[in-house]
C-alpha cells in the first residue's frame, strides 16, 4: 500500500565532503528515500533559495550511515549525519508522487535542527541542466524562519546530530574493520603484559 500523506515519513539531512562539500536531503517516500544534493546547504532564510540537484532514491538503510566512504567508491568521502527527523506533505501537496511529477513539494519538517515548513521547487526547463534536474530548496515564512534574525544553522550548528562529531573527528576516528588476532599465543602474551 503506498504510503498516505496523513503520516510523517523519515526526514535525514547528511554533510558530506566530497569532491565539494555539500548537503544531502533524505526524505523517506514509498519506501525509498527521495534524495538531493544542496551545494550551499539549506537556509532558514525566507527568499533564500539554494539549489537542490536531484539525484536517484536511496535505500533507507542509509540513512543514518555516518564515516568515510573510500576513494573510487559511490559517495566517496566523509559523510555525517547532520539532522534528524520527520517530514509530511501539506495538504495540497498530499499527493506526493503528483507533486514529485509536478515539480512542486510543499512539506513540514521536525527534524532536531530543521523545522516548519519547506517548498522543494522544479525550475522551469529552459533552467535545467541536461543531465541533473534542479529544484530550489525554498524556507517558508513562518515561526522558524530565521528573517530578520542574524545567524546560520550551518554554523550554529556544525556537527552530527548522532554523534556529536564534526567531518574532521569522523574522519580521524572511522574505524577499520578489527583486524583477526595472529593467534591465541598473541593475546595470552597481552594478558600477561597486562596482568604486569
Ligand atoms: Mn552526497
Not at 568521502?77 to 503528483?98: N, Q, Y
Given at each position: 500500500?503506498?504510503?498516505?500523506?496523513?503520516?510523517?515519513?523519515?526526514?535525514?539531512?547528511?554533510?558530506h565532503?566530497?569532491?565539494?562539500?555539500?548537503?544531502?536531503?533524505?526524505l523517506?517516500?514509498n519506501?525509498v528515500?527521495?534524495?538531493?544534493?544542496?551545494?550551499l546547504?539549506?537556509?532558514e532564510?525566507?527568499?533564500e533559495?539554494r539549489?537542490?540537484?536531484q539525484v536517484?532514491?536511496?535505500r533507507?538503510?542509509?540513512l543514518s550511515f555516518?564515516g568515510?566512504?573510500?576513494?573510487?567508491?559511490?559517495?566517496?568521502?566523509?559523510?555525517?549525519?547532520?539532522?534528524?527527523?520527520?517530514?509530511?506533505?501539506?495538504?495540497?501537496?498530499a499527493?506526493?508522487?503528483?507533486?514529485?511529477?509536478?515539480?512542486y513539494?510543499?512539506f513540514?519538517?521536525?527534524?532536531?535542527?530543521?523545522?516548519?515548513?519547506?517548498?522543494l521547487?522544479?525550475?522551469p526547463?529552459?533552467?535545467?541542466?541536461?543531465?541533473?534536474t534542479i529544484?530550489?530548496?525554498?524556507?517558508?515564512?513562518?515561526s522558524?524562519?530565521r528573517?530578520?534574525?542574524?545567524?546560520d544553522?550551518?554554523?550554529?550548528?556544525p556537527n552530527?546530530?548522532?554523534s556529536?562529531?564534526?567531518l574532521?573527528?569522523i574522519y580521524?576516528?572511522?574505524?577499520?574493520?578489527p583486524?583477526?588476532?595472529?593467534s591465541?599465543g598473541?593475546?595470552?602474551d597481552?594478558?600477561?603484559?597486562v596482568?604486569?
Amino acid at each position: 500500500m503506498p504510503d498516505t500523506a496523513t503520516h510523517f515519513q523519515q526526514y535525514g539531512m547528511k554533510k558530506h565532503d566530497a569532491r565539494r562539500l555539500h548537503y544531502d536531503l533524505r526524505l523517506g517516500w514509498n519506501g525509498v528515500l527521495k534524495s538531493w544534493a544542496i551545494p550551499l546547504g539549506p537556509s532558514e532564510r525566507t527568499g533564500e533559495r539554494r539549489e537542490a540537484i536531484q539525484v536517484e532514491d536511496h535505500r533507507r538503510e542509509y540513512l543514518s550511515f555516518e564515516g568515510v566512504i573510500a576513494k573510487g567508491k559511490y559517495g566517496a568521502g566523509t559523510i555525517m549525519f547532520w539532522d534528524i527527523g520527520m517530514w509530511r506533505p501539506l495538504s495540497e501537496c498530499a499527493d506526493v508522487d503528483a507533486s514529485l511529477r509536478n515539480g512542486y513539494l510543499r512539506f513540514t519538517l521536525r527534524g532536531e535542527k530543521l523545522k516548519g515548513i519547506w517548498i522543494l521547487k522544479r525550475r522551469p526547463d529552459k533552467l535545467q541542466n541536461e543531465e541533473k534536474t534542479i529544484w530550489d530548496l525554498v524556507k517558508e515564512p513562518d515561526s522558524f524562519a530565521r528573517n530578520g534574525h542574524p545567524g546560520d544553522i550551518l554554523e550554529e550548528a556544525p556537527n552530527s546530530v548522532s554523534s556529536g562529531r564534526s567531518l574532521e573527528e569522523i574522519y580521524r576516528h572511522w574505524d577499520k574493520p578489527p583486524r583477526k588476532p595472529k593467534s591465541d599465543g598473541t593475546l595470552f602474551d597481552m594478558q600477561i603484559s597486562v596482568a604486569r
